[in-house]
């Protein structure tokens, strides 16, 4: 998103780093900022990389993530950080659980640098993403607030009946499988009163629940 490389995952990580802190912008104030990496936990191929103020609270990082890869119809959510749960409902028992906390915690209190941790979406359709803080570091890139900085290009999908460039997928509530994965003659073949089909996004949500990605930039 800043000089247009294209690198795989591995050195885009390297790569983006650098990129940013000599593009970086001097703002006014002085922040400190997470740079991470989230993927999808099933499908790692959709990631981002991301800097974001460490002021700034688990709540905006999971307005960023439904804005951004996730949001279909409001679904519950929650963070899973060194065993302590943060979530905008009330606790579900998890036996790997300690306890379960809000949102509205200031990543600088609940993450550092080398950190993993999950997220996960939807119950129902369950969309689940890993993190790890790659550094904190004092210059702003590029940007304020919550910067994307690098993202995977959309993989190549084809189409599980004749193998044609995929065009869309059957809606499901598991993640997909070639099966589900449809070419515009083969979609043709289909019933027209059938319209339980998704465009192909470039989301580790692609083909679930409703998401057709509207939000995703
Ligand atoms: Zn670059
Ligand atoms: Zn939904
Ligand atoms: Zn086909």
Redesign the pocket.
């Known amino acids: 998103m800043i000089c247009g490389k294209p690198l795989n995952k591995r050195h885009m990580i390297r790569h983006t780093r650098k990129c940013a802190e000599e593009n970086a912008q001097v703002l006014g104030n002085k922040d400190e900022v997470f740079y991470l990496i989230a993927e999808g936990s099933l499908l790692p191929m959709y990631w981002i990389l991301v800097s974001i103020p460490s002021r700034m609270t688990l709540e905006d990082l999971d307005a960023f993530l439904r804005d951004i890869w996730l949001e279909c119809c409001r679904h519950p959510s929650f963070f899973t950080i060194d065993r302590i749960r943060y979530s905008g409902d009330p606790a579900t028992a998890d036996p790997g659980i300690i306890r379960t906390e809000s949102m509205n915690k200031q990543l600088k209190t609940v993450l550092k640098p080398g950190m993993k941790f999950r997220y996960d979406f939807d119950p129902v359709a369950p969309t689940k993403l890993r993190f790890r803080i790659m550094d904190l570091l004092e210059k702003i890139p590029v940007a304020p607030g919550i910067t994307l900085l690098a993202r995977n290009d959309p993989p190549e999908l084809r189409?599980?009946?004749?193998?044609?460039e995929?065009f869309c997928v059957r809606a499901g509530n598991e993640k997909i499988n070639p099966e589900r994965l449809?070419?515009?003659?083969?979609?043709a073949k289909e019933s027209p009163a059938d319209n339980d089909f998704l465009p192909l996004v470039n989301s580790p949500r692609i083909g679930m629940c409703k998401y057709n990605g509207g939000n995703t930039r």
């Open positions: 189409c599980g009946r004749c193998g044609g995929a449809l070419c515009v003659q083969c979609k």
